[in-house]
């Protein structure tokens, strides 16, 4: 059974900083590996999807890296911003569905 | 249309009442996925659907919860006799072939 675990929890840092945001993963065979952003009371938002021929995948200051042999996920930001504040979600993709890890909520302050 | 559309955005019912919430797939994904979010949760995997047919609805926490998929795009989920502990939002994504995944803004469901 797929386990995705995200650390850490909760983060918060101020303006400018670089960030690392870590995901693992229980089991290695996964389709793909994808990256959301939830801001409060809202939706999901699609950052990033790395298939699982693909090691990285970059969009402006975020870059998503996967490693299938660890069972692991990072997501870098670059010189963040206060509009970055908000839950970051990775979610495993095997066999039929996507399986969600618990989030990292990040704040950004000036 | 351009995304996932869910309505309705806010639904408060009466603890006993049947609801109905409606998922609008953007054109042409084939693969249709229910998802529960409750208060400080996680995201809950609850039913998923390719075409009209649910391979997978292991996640339905009771048979009051049931799905259905019409013509291969619009898909209801129903919840009969509703607790309180059934207060979530639920969100609704597609994907074209089961990868890139897009979400709807969910219904946000409270029981009272």
């Known amino acids: 059974k797929q386990e995705v675990t995200q650390i850490p929890a909760a983060l918060s840092v101020p303006e400018g900083e670089n960030l690392v945001l870590n995901c693992s993963f229980t089991d290695s065979a996964i389709y793909n590996l994808q990256w959301f952003r939830q801001d409060p009371g809202k939706g999901l938002t699609s950052l990033l999807l790395i298939q699982s021929s693909q090691r990285e995948q970059t969009s402006g200051r975020l870059n998503a890296s996967l490693d299938k042999s660890s069972g692991r996920s990072t997501l870098y930001i670059a010189a963040s911003q206060p509009g970055d504040s908000a839950t970051y979600l990775c979610?495993?993709?095997?066999?039929?569905?996507?399986?969600f890890g618990t989030g990292t909520r990040l704040q950004v302050f000036p | 249309g351009a995304g996932v559309s869910q309505s309705p955005s806010n639904k408060v019912t009466e603890k006993g009442k049947d609801v109905e919430l409606r998922c609008d797939p953007i054109s042409g994904h084939t693969a249709l996925y229910w998802y529960r979010q409750s208060l400080g949760q996680g995201l809950e995997f609850l039913i998923y659907f390719q075409g009209n047919s649910a391979p997978d609805k292991s996640g339905l926490p009771s048979d009051r919860f049931s799905a259905e998929r019409t013509g291969g795009s619009v898909s209801t989920l129903t919840i009969q006799r509703t607790q309180q502990e059934d207060s979530a939002v639920y969100l609704c994504?597609?994907?074209?072939?089961?990868?890139?995944?897009?979400f709807g803004s969910g219904t946000r469901l409270t029981v009272v």
């Open positions: 994504a597609s994907s074209p072939q089961s990868y890139g995944y897009t």
């Open positions: 979610a495993a993709y095997n066999t039929d569905k996507l399986i």
